[in-house]
């Protein structure tokens, strides 16, 4: 459930501000009152996680005065302002500074929840992005989520951070759920762009007419943010669903590219999903536009290409699902690690994803396994994919590093206790763990 946003409400008169405060605090809001301008500058900063509700006329600093402090720290924030009857030309010069909107006394109580409602929303989606932007300024974080030690999870990561140099569009593509979206963040955060604008667009999520606008504009009246190439400007457009793009977006789109020059204003990232035998995005788009997105390119690895990466995803996102659910994360058996490997995973990371939260509810009410929920995936879809088979040595390989990772998370990177619960010599632990490339260091609390 959503935090409730919080009201900040500036009035000089102690009846107004109590109820106003009374009434939105029935509302379901987390209201604060503040007796003068001064008062409440002092605890409302950039990032503060709600709205403002302000008289105009006060002692001191007045409302207007206030609205620019405000707007000058931070300008998305939503201000409302309470203005005397007769103070129309007030209310449009705080319009003009930035207020979202204004409320004339005496006002309706349901107009000004109906006020407050549009602006917490507003404020929410702005919170929203600017946490998702400051995520992908770190590109180091968002590389983390690239989990995997094999060779084409080192190149895949070796060819985000060359591409995300570069200023050409990118053409990413991959089979379903296999994390395309996650690669085009990461590209963004590595590269120049990174803390500008990100904004990512399906176009299989609107009719023609819908996703024009979007695109391009122009908005409706009603819609409140800019058509996407005017957002993403100077930072990066990302196109889902590349391939649903119809024939006279593809022509608009190639117009506004041809008018950016070269290096690009907005970098696009175009990701394609395509799955239908037979096709590929090259078929499905115009060439010109093709050649345009394909400049560079990236192709993510299927889950069955990323040999144990597997069992370490697994383990990631069991503990993971274990620390939401307060529950302590299933314990995987060497049968049901050889079962892991061999599933041919036509949903790849997002189907083990879905498998590793059931597995940790399972496993929390006590009972079912791993290989039974397996069982289940596979019996309810085509498999269409196989997987070949590997040498006994490497599925026991596999299972011996995951079992001593998984060990070594629980007890903290006390080897002790790895040593007595798998009943190894400390030469032997130290060997395997060299062997398979198992750090102490990142198993000790706090690391």
């Given at each position: 459930m959503a935090k409730a946003m919080k009201i900040a409400i500036v009035d000089d008169e102690r009846d107004m501000r109590q109820s106003v405060s009374q009434w939105l605090a029935l509302s379901g809001y987390d209201t604060e009152t503040f007796a003068s301008a001064e008062d409440a500058l002092g605890s409302i900063g950039q990032d503060y996680p709600g709205i403002v509700i302000s008289d105009i006329k006060m002692p001191g600093m007045d409302g207007i005065q206030l609205l620019r402090k405000l707007m000058s720290t931070d300008s998305t924030l939503p201000v409302i302002m309470i203005t005397g009857h007769g103070d129309v030309p007030i209310a449009v010069e705080a319009m003009r500074i930035g207020a979202f909107d204004f409320l004339e006394k005496p006002f309706n109580p349901d107009r000004m929840s109906e006020l407050a409602k549009k602006a917490?929303?507003?404020?929410?989606?702005?919170?929203?992005?600017?946490?998702?932007?400051?995520?992908?300024?770190?590109?180091?974080?968002?590389?983390?989520?690239?989990?995997?030690?094999?060779?084409?999870?080192?190149?895949?990561?070796?060819?985000?951070?060359?591409?995300?140099?570069?200023?050409?569009?990118?053409?990413?593509?991959?089979?379903?759920?296999?994390?395309?979206?996650?690669?085009?963040?990461a590209l963004h955060a590595v590269g120049a762009r990174a803390g500008k604008k990100f904004v990512l667009l399906s176009c299989a999520a609107f009719d023609e007419d819908a996703l024009m606008r979007r695109l391009f504009g122009p908005m409706q009246p009603e819609e409140t943010r800019l058509p996407a190439l005017e957002e993403a400007r100077g930072g990066t457009l990302v196109l889902e669903d590349i391939e649903a793009l119809p024939d006279g977006a593809q022509a608009r789109l190639l117009s506004a590219l041809d008018e950016q020059g070269n290096p690009p204003e907005t970098r696009i990232v175009a990701i394609c999903n395509l799955q239908d035998e037979g096709k590929t995005c090259e078929s499905v788009l115009r060439s010109d536009l093709?050649?345009?997105?394909?400049?560079?390119?990236?192709?993510?690895?299927?889950?069955?290409?990323?040999?144990?990466?597997?069992?370490?995803?697994?383990?990631?996102?069991?503990?993971?699902?274990?620390?939401?659910?307060?529950?302590?994360?299933?314990?995987?058996?060497?049968?049901?690690?050889?079962?892991?490997?061999?599933?041919?995973?036509?949903?790849?990371?997002?189907?083990?994803?879905?498998?590793?939260?059931?597995?940790?509810?399972?496993?929390?009410?006590?009972?079912?396994?791993?290989?039974?929920?397996?069982?289940?995936?596979?019996?309810q879809m085509q498999p269409v994919m196989t997987t070949e088979g590997k040498p006994l040595k490497e599925y026991v390989e596999a299972f011996e590093r995951m079992l001593i990772d998984n060990t070594m998370r629980r007890h903290k990177g006390s080897i002790a206790s790895v040593m007595d619960e798998l009943c190894l010599p400390r030469r032997t632990l130290n060997e395997k763990m060299a062997k398979y490339g198992l750090q102490r260091a990142d198993y000790l609390a706090g690391a």
């Open positions: 917490t929303n507003a404020r929410r989606l702005t919170l929203d992005n600017r946490a998702l932007r400051k995520e992908l300024s770190d590109g180091s974080e968002i590389m983390r989520k690239l989990i995997g030690a094999s060779p084409v999870m080192d190149r895949l990561r070796e060819d985000i951070l060359d591409l995300g140099q570069a200023d050409g569009h990118v053409l990413i593509e991959g089979e379903t759920g296999t994390g395309k979206t996650t690669v085009a963040h093709f050649y345009r997105l394909a400049a560079l390119k990236i192709t993510v690895p299927p889950l069955r290409a990323r040999g144990e990466d597997m069992l370490a995803l697994f383990t990631a996102l069991s503990e993971q699902f274990a620390e939401e659910y307060g529950c302590d994360a299933p314990r995987v058996s060497a049968q049901e690690a050889a079962q892991l490997l061999q599933a041919p995973w036509p949903g790849n990371v997002r189907q083990l994803i879905n498998l590793a939260e059931r597995a940790v509810l399972q496993s929390r009410r006590g009972q079912g396994t791993i290989a039974s929920l397996l069982m289940s995936d596979h019996d």
